[in-house]
């Protein structure tokens, strides 16, 4: 037997948090840039589990057997999920997504809603009454409400 794995315990998920990463529409904010701005804050890695950029690409940034770093008091039960915009091209929240990444939202939600049938989508504003933040610029209770 392999000690390290006996000790495994998968993480319960009861949450997907959509986040943006609240960049504008119009300036480019690469995986590379993110994981940058992340390890200058004291992170291990990018926050996230996962990051879409404008493209519709979907960058996988931590396992998910692995807890995130992107919503205080929520991590633990819960996978990250960030899209590159959320302020137009003034720096006001604004909900910036391409078709690219709507589809890729729709996407990675779908099997992860399949793997955690128990878990809720919820954006990071709607989490609690003490966010004070338009993150992601959107309404994913509503949206994906079918999901
Ligand atoms: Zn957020």
Redesign the pocket.
């Known amino acids: 037997m392999e000690s390290s794995k006996d000790e495994y315990l998968p993480r319960e998920i009861k949450l997907l ?4 990463s ?1 960049t504008r529409c119009n300036v480019r904010f690469s995986v590379e840039q993110l994981r940058e701005c992340h390890l200058q804050r004291g992170f291990l890695d990018i926050g996230y589990h996962f990051y879409i950029t404008r493209d519709g690409v979907l960058h996988h940034c931590r396992p998910i057997s692995e807890m995130g770093a ?2 205080r008091g929520f991590n633990r039960h819960s996978i ?1 999920i ?1 899209y590159e915009g959320g302020l137009n091209e003034d720096g006001k929240p604004a909900d910036t997504r391409t078709a690219a990444q709507r589809f890729a939202l729709i996407d990675l939600l779908t099997i992860l809603r399949h793997q955690y049938p128990e878990a809720q989508i919820a ?3 709607q989490l609690s009454a003490s ?1 004070h ?1 338009a ?2 610029c959107f309404d994913p209770r509503k949206e994906y409400s079918e999901l």
């Open positions: 948090v959509i986040h943006c609240a992107h919503v990250g960030c954006g990071h504003y966010i933040k993150c992601p």
